[in-house]
């Protein structure tokens, strides 16, 4: 959770996704942490992208502007013969009602939301939580959460 507070403190932050963490099936060994780091290189450039064997985890670490797509995050580590297991998000956004859901929208990204907490709507948040693909579109599952202000209190 120490990555979580670094990422929202002190002042409203930009409305994005800051962080993706990844139980990848398919790291059997040291030599398959290479492929799986180049084909999520290819597809986040610009972004801090960390393989370990040990853990079976891949965490991308986003640049200001590289946005997040679950699909796109999936087919990066299909294409080295592997499979996504759990996605957790880190982001900081707004959570908006609409039609009797409850929406988070991060950057260009948008999930639905459930949360077994009453999340406040229209103000700046950052989250964190579980990211369940199976569904479309995206459940985003949150587990924590803080309300970001202006005035950084």
Same mark, same amino acid.
């Given at each position: 959770? @120490? $990555?979580?507070? /670094?990422?929202?403190?002190?002042?409203?932050?930009?409305?994005? *996704?800051?962080?993706? +963490? #990844?139980?990848?099936?398919? *790291?059997?060994?040291?030599? !398959?942490?290479?492929?799986? %780091? #180049?084909? @999520?290189?290819?597809?986040?450039?610009?972004?801090?992208?960390? $393989? =370990? &064997? =040990?853990? =079976?985890?891949?965490? *991308?670490?986003?640049?200001?502007?590289?946005?997040?797509? /679950?699909? %796109?995050?999936?087919?990066?580590? %299909?294409?080295?013969?592997?499979? $996504?297991?759990? *996605?957790?998000?880190?982001? !900081?956004?707004?959570? +908006?009602?609409?039609?009797?859901?409850?929406?988070?929208? #991060?950057?260009?990204?948008?999930?639905?939301?459930?949360? &077994?907490? +009453? @999340?406040? @709507?229209?103000?700046?948040? !950052?989250? =964190?939580?579980?990211?369940?693909?199976? #569904? &479309?579109?995206?459940?985003?599952? $949150?587990?924590?959460?803080?309300?970001?202000?202006?005035?950084?209190?």
């Amino acid at each position: 959770m @120490l $990555v979580f507070g /670094a990422a929202c403190s002190r002042r409203v932050p930009e409305s994005r *996704i800051t962080s993706v +963490e #990844a139980r990848i099936d398919g *790291i059997t060994c040291p030599t !398959c942490v290479p492929p799986l %780091e #180049a084909s @999520l290189r290819r597809q986040y450039h610009k972004s801090a992208i960390e $393989v =370990d &064997d =040990d853990k =079976d985890m891949a965490t *991308i670490r986003f640049a200001g502007h590289e946005s997040f797509s /679950a699909s %796109e995050f999936r087919a990066a580590v %299909e294409r080295v013969r592997m499979r $996504v297991v759990t *996605i957790r998000v880190q982001a !900081c956004g707004k959570v +908006e009602a609409s039609n009797g859901d409850k929406w988070l929208t #991060a950057g260009s990204s948008r999930f639905l939301v459930r949360s &077994d907490r +009453e @999340l406040p @709507l229209n103000e700046p948040l !950052c989250v =964190d939580g579980t990211l369940d693909t199976r #569904a &479309d579109p995206a459940v985003f599952h $949150v587990s924590a959460f803080s309300v970001q202000s202006a005035s950084g209190s």
